[in-house]
Structure formats: C-alpha cells, structure tokens
C-alpha cells in the first residue's frame, strides 16, 4: 500500500471513529456516570475489539456475508434490537443507582463483542475494505494497513470522548441533571440506530 493511500485511510479511519455513534454515545455516558477509572476497561474493548472486527472481516468474515446475506441482516436485526434495549437503559439510569454499585460500566470483554452487533461498525470496516483494497495490491498487507490505522486512531478519538464525558461529570453533579444528560444521550443512541433501522425496513419490505 502507498503512503498516499495509506494516509487516506489514516483520514477515514479518524472521520468515522471520532464522529457520534453507539460507541463514543456509549463512552461519553459512562465517563459522566463512572468515571474514567472504572470506563478504562470498556474504553479498550473498543479500542482493541473494532480494529479485530476489522482484520476479521477483511480477512474473509466479510465472504461469509456475501454468501449468506440472510445471516447478515439477521445480526442486523440483533444488535439494533440490542441497541435500542442500550438506549432505553441509558436514558432510564438513575444516579442513585450508580452511588449504590447496582450499575455498572461495560467490561473489555462486553466492548469487545459489542462490536459485533454495532451497525456503524460494521459500515465503517465494511466501507474500509471496499474503498482501500485493491485487485493488484498484496490483500493481506493492504488489510494489516487498515487495520493499523483503525487501531492507530482508536484510542485518541475514543479517548476524548470518554474525557469530555469525565468532564461534564463535574458539571452534572446534581441528579436532575444527570438525568436530563441520561435521557439526551439515550436518544441519540436510539437516533443513531436509525439508519440502520430504514435498511433492514427497505430489505424486508420494500418488495412487499
């Protein structure tokens, strides 16, 4: 891969992970309800568990889809089911309950395999290996390259936001508020999902 096209990934890859999604939603929420501290554990299941998801599916996970695009929509259907179940408890958590421990942050492994039912990652590693591998490049080495810059740009784009959740901790200590942000960042969990909601909706029904 050249350094050219290597840098226009570095760009994608830093586009797509530093704008809203399920994720950054997910990491600022739990830096305003937890702390940085007890999200360190959710921020590196992201961190690590996407740029996986993106060697996995560069590496052949992706034909598995082309061959049975049933099974796709299927985990489609899941993770946006999930995720609406996220943005309800998101939006319905009550500070008393974060000051008591029965609510806590997601660990590594729970981030990890969040991954797999996220639709904006799975968009975001199936856009990668459509737009940056190439017929005549050497396959694998263009996968490890992108790979590489999902992991490269992970930690600091995923970072800030957990930060500047931490931060506004400070700034919402009182219980109304943090109820108010709750239920703001539920609903743009929820709003998130939305586009992948009209494609399963014209998959399913548009023939109908």
Known sequence: MHMDI???????????????????????????????KASVP????ICLGFPFMVLVVGLGFGVVFERYPHLHQ?????GTLYLIYL???????K?????????????????????????????????AMAAFTTVAGIYWLEVSAITLAFLVVAFPCVGLWLLFGAMLKKILNRPLAQRIFNGAMGLLLLLSVLPVVRELWRYYFSAV
């Open 6 to 36: 290597f840098w226009a990934v570095i760009f994608f890859a830093f586009s797509t992970t530093i704008t809203p999604g399920p994720n950054n939603i997910m990491m600022m929420s739990s830096g305003v309800n937890y702390g940085i």
């Open 42 to 45: 959710h921020w590196l299941g």
């Open 74 to 78: 299927l985990i489609k259907v899941v």
């Open 87 to 93: 943005a309800y408890k998101i939006a319905s958590a």
């Open 95 to 127: 500070p008393e309950h974060i000051a008591t421990g029965k609510s806590k942050a997601l660990t590594f492994w729970q981030a990890v395999l969040f991954q797999w039912v996220n639709g904006k990652a799975w968009v975001m590693a199936s856009g």
